[in-house]
């Protein structure tokens, strides 16, 4: 069974481009979850969805943004980077329900210049 | 809200066990995971544990809760050096968000 992949594995982008990652889930779960993981700040929210919605929401501006796809693949964008968004950004992917845990991905560095 | 606690670093020598320690503050049902992140890698999922359990064993893992203290440990028999690495606690409330909260990580450094 494939697991959770992630694109790009690496990212350099400079102050004030877009970002886009790309995450596909393991095969049958239905929720993706992204994560920011910054220096020394440890694993941050980000975004959940499921079913192609939207279904919670870290504490991240509005420049976070993303969708999920009819195959559960999701997109995370980033708009108007700036130097503190440099970090690994994590996908994970699940079932649906309490006991269903989370699968990461290896995840994208992104790098700001 | 849930909050994770966990001690930042942990020096062991191979062949000897390590114990991992984690503090949650949710009190009501709950989801308990244990996470293992190598260099350059995701989060792989080691383990987990609910509630309800006092204990669960797999193959060199331990996972021990004390519900009154609302402490998770996770013990590594044998220890080598592969198993250097950060490990990540997190909870899940039953019921809740589906969101679980991390805790900082425990970076496991195992010498010869």
């Known amino acids: 069974e494939a697991g959770v992949t992630q694109s790009p594995t690496h990212l350099i982008k400079t102050r004030g481009q877009q970002a886009t990652l790309r995450c596909s889930p393991i095969s049958g779960h239905t929720s993706v979850y992204w994560y920011q993981q910054a220096l020394g700040l440890g694993l941050q929210f980000l975004l959940w969805?499921?079913?192609?919605?939207?279904?919670n929401r870290g504490n991240f501006p509005p420049r976070f943004s993303g969708r999920q796809f009819p195959n559960y693949s999701s997109e995370l964008n980033v708009n108007a980077l700036e130097l503190e968004d440099s970090a690994l950004y994590l996908c994970a992917s699940s079932g649906l329900g309490d006991n269903q845990p989370q699968h990461f991905g290896d995840g994208t560095r992104l790098s700001i210049l | 809200g849930e909050d994770v606690e966990q001690s930042l670093f942990l020096s062991v020598r191979e062949g000897d066990s390590s114990v991992i320690n984690c503090t949650y503050t949710?009190?009501?049902?709950?989801?308990l995971y244990w996470y293992k992140q190598e260099p350059g890698a995701g989060l792989q999922l080691l383990t987990y544990?609910?509630?309800?359990?006092d204990m669960k064993q797999d193959q060199r893992l331990t996972v021990l809760l004390n519900k009154k203290d609302k402490h998770l440990s996770l013990r590594i028999a044998d220890t080598q050096t592969g198993d250097s690495a950060i490990y990540f606690c997190?909870?899940?409330?039953?019921?809740?968000?589906?969101?679980?909260?991390f805790g900082r990580g425990t970076s496991l450094i195992v010498h010869p």
């Open positions: 949710d009190s009501s049902s709950t989801y």
């Open positions: 544990i609910f509630s309800n359990m």
């Open positions: 969805y499921d079913e192609g919605e939207e279904r």
């Open positions: 997190a909870e899940s409330m039953a019921g809740g968000s589906y969101i679980p909260t």
